[in-house]
């Protein structure tokens, strides 16, 4: 924890009490270390649940009242939904309940690119038909003679005659080996709300032209799709339909995984926080290190930053229908700190840098205090600064997406690159984090982690 | 740190012991040891870019000694082979362009965690992460062979039509596919009895496929026909740097030494330099580099066109695939040159992992059998990498693939009777053999041979004939304890 709290002494007492020992001093660092990480998972999973609850009740109200003041009520619950969930996802890589390979929803829940043509209709670049059809979407089939035909079948489930229901995503979702296309969880709403991020002018981006994101619950950015796809359009039925099925197992999954966390019950967290088996609990704790450095480097350096910088490449960017991108890479980072000091704030409702929904607030034992317990106070020094250096640059990344116009799609633009780039210092400022997670692991005796694949995770 | 962990520890010394008592015994007997001497380089396959045995065994991680700044251009390269491609179109150039027909959606769908794909055993389960090759009779200098006139020269199973992708879902039924999948493919199997002179009994299966929902007309009598598993992908870049010369030199097409082994390289096209070279990649060898390795699974697994591989998975025949949407970018590529090139130093860059139990008595026995028995003929054991300017790190490494990368005739009961190139219907290449005992902890596969039909090593052996014939009698003829220390030893190289 960063600063000692009362209530992080309440909370260490009656863990004593909960685990019935008979000396309450033989409650060992790491069982301290573990417990407070199960708190924070299983409070960053129930607001995760709750804001997703919420984000139901507005895409519910829109469909009752489609307006334009519905639709960005939407919008803004789901950019809050966001909030708690992009700081959960420190919780990944670590054969958690959230994305281990028997039942893990992860896939489900975030995975991208999403399969948006799938879903709905969507603009081409004009690379993408050949010259007769350059202009047509993917709103009509292709029949026999090649040509484009609106009386085959529509080719997307929104436009199609697909019954929309849960068993859209039964069998075919990203959990299912790799053979669908992503059709659901938060990106799925996402597109549903806010459409492709074209230019203003509502021509496509060449990849050189691509223009401002969202300000703080601004919504003149991003995708701008016409609220008329949620009235008068022959499909805006089933548009509210598809988004009333995703929320729904949006929710599903989102409990399914904060089930695992609940105290006293028999799920994943009873299992976790039991030190009575010693390697076991090493290694528990080598598999959190190993998480929170696959994270910060392979997933969100590499895979969700690197990947998308080196090619100038906004379908690798995470949000990329909304411009938010710029906040996922803030609540990774934060996620993976939490971890580190063993707390959680709780979430932003507003996006103004100030966690003010606090409820599930906690404060606890982190590795900041473990390597202090464990005379290593100087790797906690170096290991802060650099915590420290990562949040001031993904500060200047939400700072050039809010106020300068400079979202994630913009600032990846190939003639933008520069030693400055937020994103660029953002991700050498990871690696150089993740740096001193490889070094506590080696300090802390859990043996070497490899952090620079989110692949090379323990299976 | 890894140096010391496994080189450093006791069993050299014991082997080094253990050899000396089996050469000793061995004299005793009037006779001397076939295999060559143990070297030390055996315990690391890959040289130094060898990465150890640990709790996540996989051949998609990078080479050991890979310095840390490229490792962000092999990630970059990995993402693009793991992050699923999606259908055209999307706001974007990137990424998408999937298909129209496709075998799956990335690369590692199939090579997965970097290791061989499968066949299903049940008949009613989709073959997935293998594929069939189609082509009539004649030959073609470019391609190979002539490809299927509506089918091309392989079959995709998945379109990119709403259809398809819902077909689990029964009010997708009734949806006009606009872009038909090829085939769904399913295997039946037909079983046989092998008999050891020692009497012990083994059965064998060998796939059929049968192809159902075919979308473009009936596969025709004359059509060759080849069921291709997926291999494993580790090691390709250490493979690229073998001098072609050491491999002319384990040529002996007309078999002069009289082995009754031939071993022939395969003449194939080389697109880049328009011209006829020696091929080493594919199961029949038949690509000339690991660029167009890579960029041909791109375009035909994936349906991700690119500069080596230009077109879309599309036949003359094939209207609606060839008028869907693309992903192509502005000079008409859905992968362009920068990110192919990301993948192929991705490709290059896998590790090979380090033996096991190279000390231990069985396995040291085993490896005595492995050379008695002649497998080396054609598992040639160790070669060195040439020089490489663009990838010193992976020059002049002693490697141990147990390849020669050579064509060899292995029978009429593995032949596809498909030739490609100067390769007949009855040749295959020889396939690696290290790293092959991780297979199932790298991935779930145990499929063995080009189309899986083994599940075992001793399945694999005994499916040898043509050329191999005479090193398969020969395992036969040992007894139970010996062929078990031998395949042991190929377990653990």
């Not at chain 2, 080596?308 to 008409?332: F, H, M, V, W, Y």
């Not at chain 2, 663009?390 to 147990?402: F, S």
Request: proline share 4%; hydrophobic share 35%; net charge negative.
């Amino acid at each position: 924890m960063k600063m000692l709290k009362l209530a992080a002494y309440v909370a260490s007492a009656s863990l004593l009490v909960a685990c019935g020992s008979d000396d309450k001093d033989s409650v060992s660092a790491e069982s301290r270390l573990l417990e407070t990480n199960a708190q924070i998972a299983y409070a960053v999973y129930t607001d995760s649940v709750s804001t997703a609850k919420s984000l139901q009740t507005a895409l519910s109200t829109f469909k009752a009242s489609p307006t334009d003041a519905n639709l960005e009520a939407a919008k803004k619950a789901w950019l809050v939904a966001r909030e708690p969930y992009g700081q959960s996802e420190a919780f990944r890589f670590r054969d958690g309940p959230i994305d281990n390979e028997t039942n893990g929803p992860e896939g489900d829940l975030n995975a991208w690119p999403l399969g948006e043509a799938l879903i709905d209709y969507v603009n081409a670049t004009g690379n993408d038909f050949d010259e007769e059809t350059a202009v047509i979407a993917n709103s009509a089939g292709i029949n026999s003679n090649g040509s484009v035909d609106g009386t085959v079948a529509d080719q997307n489930i929104v436009q199609s005659i697909v019954t929309i229901d849960a068993d859209l995503f039964d069998g075919n979702s990203a959990t299912n080996a790799d053979e669908s296309d992503v059709i659901t969880g938060y990106h799925a709403i996402e597109f549903l709300l806010w459409g492709q991020d074209l230019n203003a002018s509502a021509s496509v981006t060449d990849g050189t032209d691509r223009e401002t994101a969202i300000k703080t619950n601004d919504f003149n950015h991003g995708g701008q799709r016409l609220l008329t796809d949620f009235t008068s359009d022959d499909d805006a039925d089933r548009r509210h339909l598809y988004l009333e099925v995703v929320v729904a197992k949006l929710i599903t999954d989102l409990e399914s995984v904060q089930a695992e966390w609940a105290p006293n019950a028999d799920n994943h967290r009873a299992d976790f926080v039991d030190t009575s088996d010693a390697t076991a609990t090493t290694n528990k704790l080598t598999t959190i290190v190993q998480s929170m450095g696959t994270m910060a480097y392979g997933e969100l350096a590499g895979e969700r930053m690197a990947v998308a910088y080196d090619g100038n490449s906004q379908e690798d960017e995470h949000s990329c229908f909304s411009d938010n991108t710029h906040r996922d890479v803030w609540l990774n980072a934060e996620g993976v700190s939490n971890i580190y000091y063993g707390d959680y704030a709780g979430y932003d409702s507003n996006q103004d840098g100030v966690d003010d929904i606090t409820t599930n607030q906690v404060s606890g034992y982190g590795f900041d205090d473990y390597l202090n317990d464990k005379g290593l106070s100087n790797l906690n020094s170096q290991i802060s600064t650099a915590l420290t250096n990562t949040e001031t640059q993904y500060k200047l990344l939400d700072t050039a997406a809010t106020d300068n116009d400079q979202p994630f799609d913009v600032l990846i633009m190939t003639d933008n690159h520069s030693d400055t780039n937020p994103v660029l210092t953002t991700i050498n400022a990871l690696k150089a984090q993740s740096n001193g997670f490889i070094e506590m692991a080696e300090e802390l005796n859990l043996g070497t982690v490899t952090v620079t694949d989110s692949t090379e995770a323990f299976d | 740190m890894y140096l010391h962990s496994v080189f450093s520890k006791p069993g050299i010394a014991r082997l080094v012991l253990l050899l000396s008592i089996t050469i000793l015994t061995a004299c005793d007997k009037q006779s001397s040891s076939v295999a060559p001497a143990f070297n030390s380089s055996e315990w690391k396959p890959g040289g130094n870019t060898t990465i150890p045995t640990s709790n996540k065994i996989r051949f998609d991680l990078p080479a050991a000694n890979l310095s840390p700044p490229l490792k962000t251009d092999f990630h970059a390269g990995k993402a693009l082979a793991q992050q699923p491609w999606i259908k055209a179109p999307t706001a974007t150039d990137s990424r998408d362009g999937l298909g129209p027909l496709y075998n799956a959606r990335t690369c590692m769908a199939c090579h997965v965690n970097g290791g061989k794909g499968s066949t299903p055993n049940n008949p009613s389960e989709e073959l997935f992460s293998s594929l069939i090759r189609f082509s009539i009779p004649g030959e073609n200098k470019t391609l190979g062979v002539t490809p299927h006139p509506a089918y091309g020269d392989q079959v995709q199973s998945q379109s990119t039509s709403l259809a398809h992708q819902l077909r689990h879902i029964p009010s997708a039924q009734n949806i006009a596919k606009d872009v038909k999948p090829e085939a769904y493919i399913f295997i039946n199997w037909t079983e046989k009895n092998i008999q050891y002179p020692d009497g012990t009994n083994i059965t064998l299966k060998s796939p059929s496929p049968v192809f159902k929902n075919l979308g473009y007309g009936e596969v025709g009598k004359n059509t060759l026909v080849s069921l291709r598993t997926a291999p494993s992908i580790h090691g390709m870049g250490l493979i690229e740097l073998i001098p072609q010369n050491q491999l002319d030199a384990l040529t002996d097409a007309h078999d002069k030494n009289q082995d009754g082994i031939s071993g022939r390289t395969n003449q194939v096209w080389d697109s880049v330099k328009q011209e006829t070279v020696p091929g080493r990649f594919g199961l029949k060898a038949n690509k000339a580099t690991l660029a167009l390795t890579v960029a041909g699974a791109f375009a035909n697994d994936l349906g991700i066109s690119n500069p080596l591989a230009r077109s879309q998975p599309c036949t003359d025949l094939q209207i609606t695939c060839l008028k869907a949407a693309t992903g192509n970018d502005e000079n008409g590529f859905e992968l362009n040159q920068s990110q192919l090139d990301r993948v192929i130093f991705f490709n290059q860059n896998l590790a090979p992992v380090a033996a096991r139990n190279l000390d231990q008595k069985e396995v040291i026995a085993g490896r005595e059998l492995f050379y008695e028995t002649g497998c080396q003929n054609c598992h040639q054991p160790n070669f060195k990498t040439g020089p490489s300017k663009t990838l010193p790190h992976l020059a002049n490494q002693t490697i141990w693939p147990y390849s020669d990368f050579l064509l060899h005739d292995m029978g009429k009961e593995l032949a596809d009777n498909r030739p490609d190139f100067t390769a007949n219907g009855q040749e295959w290449r020889t396939p690696p053999l290290w790293g092959v005992g991780l297979r199932t902890k790298v991935n779930r596969s145990t499929a063995l041979l080009h189309d899986g039909r083994a599940d075992t090593i001793e399945e694999a052996i005994l499916w040898h004939s043509g050329e191999a014939l005479k090193a398969k009698k020969d395992f036969m003829k040992l007894k139970q304890k010996d062929r078990d220390n031998l395949i042991l030893f190929v377990e653990s190289i």
